[in-house]
Each structure stands twice: as C-alpha cells, then as structure tokens.
Nanobody, 118 residues
Framework: QVQLVESGGGLVQPGRSLRLSCVASGITFRAYTVTWYRQAAGKERELVAATGPLEGTRYLKSVKGRFAISRDNAKNTVYLQMNSLRPEDTAVYYC????????????WGQGTQVTVSS
C-alpha cells in the first residue's frame, strides 16, 4: 500500500522558517515527480514547488528565493525548506507524487497545516 506522509507544519512567526517533509512508503520516490501544493482557506489549491527526475525543479513565483525543494532518495523523502515565511503562506500543504509508465500513478498525502502569524 502506498502512503505519503507529510510532517513539519506548525505555527510560526513571520520571517521564521519551517521544513516540511514528505516520506513515501510503497513506492520508490526517485522515479516520481514530487510536488508540494498548498490550499489556503477559501482559495484554490496552488502548486508551490515541484521536482522531477527529468524536469528539474520549479516554484510558484511568490515563493521563489524563499522556498527550496529537495530530495533524499536514500530516505525516500522530499523536503520543502520554507524561509522568510509570510502570513500569506498560511495554508494546508500537500505532497503529491506521480509518474507515467503505460498508465498514470498518482498519490497524495493527507496534508500538514502551516500557519504564519505573530
């Protein structure tokens, strides 16, 4: 059974940092494109950062230079380092992994809440 488990969210003051983790079981992460999405209350889900085996990394414009996505294939984990957090970064952050090999395989984590507030 495939599971993606996010952790690392919490309440943090503006300007501080958090590191989110997404640990996969049941799949080999290195073969997947892994994306962090977020959804704020009353808003649509948006792509925050993605990393793929072929396409490299990409970021939401508003987080570029503040957030960094990285992989540790040995730990089957993808991280999202979030620096200089702003109140508008408040959202539930979700980990998504997908790959296509004759068919599309896609999995989601349960989400982790990030709240940026003084």
């Amino acid at each position: 059974q495939v599971q993606l488990v996010e952790s690392g969210g919490g309440l943090v003051q503006p300007g501080r940092s958090l590191r989110l983790s997404c640990v996969a079981s049941g799949i080999t992460f290195r073969a997947y494109t892994v994306t962090w999405y977020r959804q704020a209350a009353g808003k649509e889900r948006e792509l925050v950062a993605a990393t793929g085996p072929l396409e490299g990394t990409r970021y939401l414009k508003s987080v570029k230079g503040r957030f960094a996505i990285s992989r540790d294939n040995a730990k089957n984990t993808v991280y999202l380092q979030m620096n200089s957090l702003r109140p508008e970064d408040t959202a539930v952050y979700y980990c998504n992994a997908w790959m296509e090999l004759f068919t599309r395989y896609e999995y989601w984590g349960q989400g982790t809440q990030v709240t940026v507030s003084s």
